[in-house]
């Protein structure tokens, strides 16, 4: 899967916005042709294409107070959501609060804690900034039991 790609209905929302604005603009295009516009700017052949990679599970939707778990760099972490933006394509600005802070420096000669960060994440809690191994910054789920 990759891990970029916004839900299936996060571009089918894109589609209908870029269906919208040229309808606004004087050049009407039809639902069909919007989703194969679409296709092309992810850089897919065609909609079948882009809608068969694309994740089918609606896209969360993170809220302020939420408790979440994951991994940060690397590291396990609980903490709860401090600020939520939902930004397009299917992507949120979240500002996490760790319940216990979390060392980012690999190295056993010193230490570096984060309790709080800010990060982008993807419709399925993903972002798209990796380290130079090729891991995610951060890999988020909502956490059971929390609210």
Known sequence: MDTSLPSREALKAHAKRLRNSMDAAGTPISHALALEAVA???GYRDWNTLSARAEAAPAIRWQIGQAVQGHYLGQGFTGRIKA???????YWRLTLVFDTPVDVVTSPLFS???KQINCTVNSQGVTVAATSD????VVLRARSGGS
């Open 40 to 42: 092309q700017q992810w």
């Open 84 to 90: 939520a933006h939902q930004s397009g394509g299917g």
């Open 112 to 114: 570096s804690f984060r």
């Open 134 to 137: 090729g891991q995610p910054h």
